[in-house]
């Protein structure tokens, strides 16, 4: 990406994720040179995907592949090394007098941190780190500390683990978090930058169907998934930049995740129901029509403010996950249909498709450090969880089906690209498509 250079004093941020983040101030000169300015420290912060109508306090919910995001707290931390040499905090990150919205080179929210008097640092090389959450968050420290406890305790003079490990204790499969981070280098002058891109540091999964199947007795259906992690590692930010965006750096992937349970090991299966839809949630009535469920008894079941629309007849949901790597030799995911009691009607495996890229560049925690970065083959079966990245079936781009007619559920006649539900008639295999920055959709198909 072009770095956008200064006239006067004034920084402008114009990053996307995954951009570069290392930037320098420049003055123009008086023969028209660019020269560094003497004796300015700034750090910009940009968070990609600004909240837009979430009401959500702790966390937000997944209810499509829109660019979002409803974080209220930033924590900003300078090293030298592992120690602690400044920190800020921003409380209410997305109002208007804590941040500014920005939509050069992405869109989200941004503050920049200017460095003076006492708080300016020497010649040398740092390290910042930023990180956005929620209040009352449910990610705590191994020593069972709130994550709000952990962040306030992060002072000057203290040390700091570049690879702070969190475990999630919501009733959830996770909760957004963003994160990253940037080197700066003050020079002899005093003078340097930095942008720090937090990116977003789980993955997610939804589930938008149509046509479902009618076996009598049966009230729900599940979205399962070969393992999952507990524990988040908040280190390997994603630093570089894509080639859409002007760059030529090959992103990083990363399985930032681990289950805290003892005696479990890498790539070991636990089989865990990851997201499920009730269908009586969605039908007030589940009548039979020609093998399929009567959608003429469909309601959407969603009534808060600002509420997400759906195709009617169909059914949702989504979840964020923490990253885990696949179990060999085994369905990642896979959606099955049962009754209360867990009587087994019908299911589905989740597959990637033929031509689905590999995970290049992978760096997978285990448990104590990272890995190399290594090449995964992605198995149309069996495939790593990566984060950063929106797993779905079927198609939804925004909360709103129909954007232009918010609160408006469509026609299931309605063809809408960027609202697609996914049928379940006559399907044994389903099809994942693959959000790999949660704004660009590789294309997928089903079988």
């Excluded at 003050?186 to 937090?198: E, F, N, Q, Y």
């Excluded at 997978?364 to 890995?371: A, D, F, M, R, V």
């Excluded at 609160?407 to 299931?412: H, L, V």
């Amino acid at each position: 990406m072009n770095k956008k250079y200064l006239l006067g004093m004034a920084l402008m941020a114009s990053m996307a994720f995954y951009s570069c983040t290392e930037e320098k101030i420049y003055v123009q000169g008086g023969d028209g040179s660019e020269q560094v300015a003497e004796d300015v420290q700034t750090i910009t912060l940009q968070v990609e995907n600004s909240g837009d109508g979430l009401t959500t306090r702790a966390g937000r919910p997944l209810y499509s592949a829109e660019a979002k995001q409803t974080i209220e707290n930033v924590k900003v931390i300078v090293c030298n090394g592992t120690s602690v040499v400044y920190t800020k905090d921003f409380a209410n990150w997305n109002t208007d007098n804590t941040s500014t919205a920005y939509t050069s080179g992405g869109h989200g929210r941004q503050a920049t941190i200017k460095l003076e008097g006492d708080e300016k640092l020497g010649q040398g090389s740092y390290t910042v780190y930023a990180i956005g959450y929620h209040n009352g968050s449910g990610y705590e420290d191994n020593a069972e500390t709130t994550l709000n406890s952990v962040m306030t305790n992060i002072t000057k003079g203290k040390t700091f683990n570049a690879d702070m490990v969190l475990k999630y204790t919501g009733s959830s499969n996770a909760e957004e978090i963003f994160a990253g981070s940037a080197e700066l280098s003050i020079s002899d002058k005093k003078a340097g930058s930095a942008t720090v891109i937090l990116n977003r540091q789980v993955a997610g999964a939804f589930v938008y169907l149509k046509d479902i199947p009618y076996f009598e007795g049966a009230t729900k259906i599940e979205l399962v998934a070969s393992t999952t992690n507990d524990q988040l590692v908040l280190g390997k930010f994603a630093n570089t930049n894509f080639e859409s965006n002007g760059g030529n750096s090959v992103a990083m992937n990363v399985i930032n995740g681990w289950n805290s349970d003892s005696g479990w090991t890498l790539g070991k299966a636990k089989e865990t129901v990851i997201a499920t839809i009730t269908l009586s949630d969605w039908f007030t009535s589940i009548t039979d029509n020609n093998g399929l469920i009567n959608t003429a008894n469909w309601k959407n079941p969603y009534t808060e403010d600002n509420h997400p629309t759906f195709q009617k007849g169909s059914v949702f949901a989504g979840t964020f996950l923490i990253p885990f790597a696949k179990v060999s030799s085994t369905q990642t995911l896979k959606l099955v249909m049962k009754d209360k009691s867990g009587k087994q009607y019908a299911f589905w495996n989740v597959n990637l498709s033929s031509t689905g890229q590999n995970y290049s560049n992978l760096f997978t925690w285990n448990g104590s450090s990272w890995g190399t970065g290594t090449t995964e083959d992605l198995n149309k079966n069996s495939y790593s969880i990566v984060r950063n990245h929106l797993y779905g079936i079927g198609t939804r781009m925004n909360d709103q089906a129909d954007p232009e007619k918010p609160g408006t559920d469509p026609e299931p006649d309605t063809e809408d690209p960027d609202d697609k539900p996914e049928s379940l008639n006559n399907k044994q295999e389903l099809t994942l498509q693959v959000n790999d920055n949660w704004e660009v959709i590789h294309g997928m198909e089903l079988e």
